[in-house]
């Protein structure tokens, strides 16, 4: 079992810019691809970005294209994602979470095989 674990979440005005972080426990595979899911309160499930560990390919959810760049660093088992030009409609909580393939996961969140505790963004107006 992979666990993984965020941080960065916080609280910040619209425009403004925060960065996540979610580490993975070594038994990681080389190949998974880790990613962001959001949620915000009475929303579905939403995913946001996705890379996969060993290429660094990187997919991305339309509310993120252009604003949010996710990132890893193979070695520390950590993924990054930089989000910038936050909007209130960005609040929510997000949710670090791994899976085999990066293909279509965003269709079905229920592929992970991982999931963080969740990491709270607030973005004010």
């Known amino acids: 079992q992979v666990q993984l674990v965020e941080s960065g979440g916080g609280s910040v005005q619209a425009g403004g810019s925060l960065r996540l972080s979610c580490t993975a426990s070594?038994?990681?595979?080389?190949?998974?691809?880790m990613g962001w899911f959001r949620q915000a309160s009475g929303n579905e499930r939403e995913g946001v970005a996705a890379?996969?560990?060993?290429?660094?390919?990187?997919y991305y959810g339309d509310s993120a294209k252009g604003r949010f760049t996710i990132s890893r660093d193979f070695a520390k088992y950590t993924v990054y994602l930089q989000m910038n030009s936050l909007k209130p409609e960005d609040t929510a909580t997000y949710y670090c979470?791994?899976?085999?393939?990066?293909?279509?996961?965003?269709?079905?969140?229920?592929?992970?095989?991982?999931w963080g505790q969740g990491t709270q963004v607030t973005v004010s107006s």
């Open positions: 890379i996969k560990r060993d290429s660094g390919s990187t």
């Open positions: 070594p038994n990681i595979t080389s190949s998974t691809c």
């Open positions: 979470a791994a899976t085999q393939y990066c293909g279509q996961w965003f269709e079905h969140p229920q592929w992970s095989h991982s």
